[in-house]
């Protein structure tokens, strides 16, 4: 028996079975520490088999995945619309828009439910946070689709400056969620594997968010500015969420007095840069339409 052989599928299963084991680790996991049965004989199976997730699914990033990478990367290219995704930012930035307010629509629809289930106000909260954004993309998905971007200028910027008023409402819901979480013991919890899952999808879309914030500057385009800035807006708020998840997992040895002025903190941080961001886009986008109707009123 070659057990070299069997011991390397062992460690470099498909990856629709690492995908399978995820899901099944985190579902169970979270069974574990919500239903307390922990000391279930059960439970002790679900450890090893999460063990064995979290083993496999390392070795992936760490091994294999960057020699899969520009063999991806090729085929990506070598498709006719992963092409166009690839180098046309005006096509990305379209179908990343359509893309979050499906994700938006589909948390705004969840937290409605929950607040009309449980009655709690942090749902509600959460479900106006989430209608924000989506308020916001669904303006530009619909000027994108009518206007394409990069044809009208005064029109580009009159739409961002309009999103740039609503992201500062964004902060009333911000808030809210801020002093529910420090007064009345409201938050985020990750039961099990699933906060590891989102501490570096959290992180992940963050430095993406910060990276394109600079990387779409070049275009000029305003609707395509206030789109980046509204992502990196709901990362910073995942920031937050992530924070009072990790105080609710390991904090239990932390002063509470720590926890809220970390949370107060950070919900300050946040705030203050959307604010920021809101502002500098209002202003700028103010000016260069003035500019372009006494340009405009000249040329006549």
């Not at 279930?40 to 090893?48: E, K, M, T």
């Not at 009159?158 to 902060?171: D, E």
């Not at 998840?245 to 300050?268: H, N, P, Y």
């Not at 000016?287 to 340009?295: A, H, N, P, S, Y």
Request: proline share 2%; glycine share 4%; aromatic share 14%.
């Amino acid at each position: 028996m070659d057990y070299k052989k069997y011991f390397k599928k062992l460690l470099f299963p498909p990856i629709w079975v690492m995908i399978l084991l995820t899901v099944f680790s985190a579902v169970a996991l979270a069974l574990v520490f919500i239903k307390d049965l922990s000391e279930n004989p059960l439970a002790y199976a679900v450890y090893v088999v999460a063990f064995y997730t979290v083993s496999v699914v390392t070795v992936f990033f760490a091994m294999v995945l960057p020699k899969r990478y520009k063999e991806i990367k090729q085929k990506i290219y070598e498709n006719p619309l992963g092409n166009r995704y690839m180098t046309d930012a005006v096509f990305r930035t379209h179908v990343s828009l359509y893309a979050s307010l499906a994700v938006n629509l589909l948390y705004v629809g969840t937290n409605a439910v929950s607040y009309a289930l449980y009655r709690s106000n942090w749902f509600g909260c959460l479900a106006v946070y989430y209608l924000t954004l989506a308020i916001m993309r669904f303006l530009l998905v619909r000027y994108v689709n009518r206007n394409g971007i990069g044809a009208n200028r005064l029109g580009e910027l009159k739409r961002a400056r309009l999103c740039s008023f609503i992201l500062l409402t964004l902060n009333f819901a911000l808030s809210g969620a801020v002093l529910m979480i420090l007064y009345q013991n409201k938050g985020f919890e990750y039961h099990g594997m699933l906060i590891y899952i989102m501490a570096m999808y959290t992180f992940y879309i963050t430095t993406t968010a910060i990276i394109n914030l600079f990387k779409y500057r070049k275009y000029k385009s305003p609707v395509m500015m206030i789109t980046k800035i509204i992502t990196f807006s709901a990362a910073l708020v995942s920031m937050l969420s992530l924070e009072t998840a990790m105080f609710s997992q390991f904090g239990a040895d932390m002063a509470a007095e720590d926890k809220r002025l970390m949370i107060m903190l950070t919900g300050a941080g946040v705030s203050i840069a959307v604010i920021t961001m809101s502002v500098y886009m209002i202003v700028r986008t103010t000016r260069e339409i003035k500019l372009t109707g006494v340009k405009h009123n000249g040329e006549q």
